[in-house]
T-cell receptor
Framework: KAGVTQTPRYLIKTRGQQVTLSCSPI?????VSWYQQTPGQGLQFLFE???????NKGNFPGRFSGRQFSNSRSEMNVSTLELGDSALYLC??????????????FGPGTRLTVL | AQTVTQSQPEMSVQEAETVTLSCTYD???????LFWYKQPPSRQMILVIR??????QNATENRFSVNFQKAAKSFSLKISDSQLGDAAMYFC????????????FGQGTELSVKP
């Protein structure tokens, strides 16, 4: 099976712009989670989608949003970019059962730089 | 609140030797899972090993094994016969039950392997 894919791999934006990141999960996986990784804050959970519905959300401002399509592919959008949004954004997919029994498999990440 | 702590920011090991990375966690749940992930310079997050808390037997995957002490809430990773390719950042992670498996990560341990 193909692994989790993320596009684009690298992005450079300026403050105030918006950006959309894409994630395609492993075939058959219905849950997609997004994480932000920075040197200062480490790995932080953004949100999780399952069957096109946001099932869980982390403590991020409303500028961070996402959605999931019927084929389980997910997009994450960040509006009005700030310098502090520079980070590696990781997407992970899992089968999506409730509870914590499903292993999450990660994509290669999108490196976002905000100038 | 559930937390995961990795007290060793950096570790070093000689090639072919054995090294143990420490992780402690805090939870009030009785049944849960724990993971170790590896993040090499490519930044791809790779699953190393998974442990089910209800199992008394420690998980093993080739040269990787864990020492799981449930009462002490300790989950250490042992790497035997270390190889240059093992050099990476290692994260211990705990998924939150009934929150879509939202992963709580430790701060990470950077492992270097000396030839």
């Amino acid at each position: 099976k193909a692994g989790v894919t993320q596009t684009p791999r690298y992005l450079i934006k300026t403050r105030g712009q918006q950006v959309t990141l894409s994630c395609s999960p492993i075939s058959g996986h219905r849950s997609v989670s997004w994480y932000q990784q920075t040197p200062g804050q480490g790995l932080q959970f953004l949100f999780e989608y399952f069957s096109e519905t946001q099932r869980n959300k982390g403590n991020f401002p409303g500028r961070f949003s996402g959605r999931q399509f019927s084929n389980s592919r997910s997009e994450m959008n960040v509006s009005t970019l700030e310098l502090g949004d520079s980070a590696l954004y990781l997407c992970a997919s899992s089968l999506g059962g409730r509870g914590s029994t499903d292993t999450q498999y990660f994509g290669p990440g999108t490196r976002l730089t905000v100038l | 609140a559930q937390t995961v702590t990795q007290s060793q920011p950096e570790m070093s090991v000689q090639e072919a030797e054995t090294v143990t990375l420490s992780c402690t966690y805090d939870t009030s749940e009785s049944d849960y899972y724990l993971f170790w992930y590896k993040q090499p310079p490519s930044r791809q997050m790779i699953l190393v090993i998974r442990q089910e808390a209800y199992k008394q037997q420690n998980a093993t995957e080739n040269r990787f094994s864990v020492n799981f002490q449930k009462a002490a809430k300790s989950f250490s990773l042992k790497i035997s016969d270390s190889q240059l390719g093992d050099a990476a950042m290692y994260f211990c992670a705990y998924p939150l039950y009934n929150q879509g498996g939202k992963l709580i990560f430790g701060q990470g341990t950077e492992l270097s392997v000396k030839p």
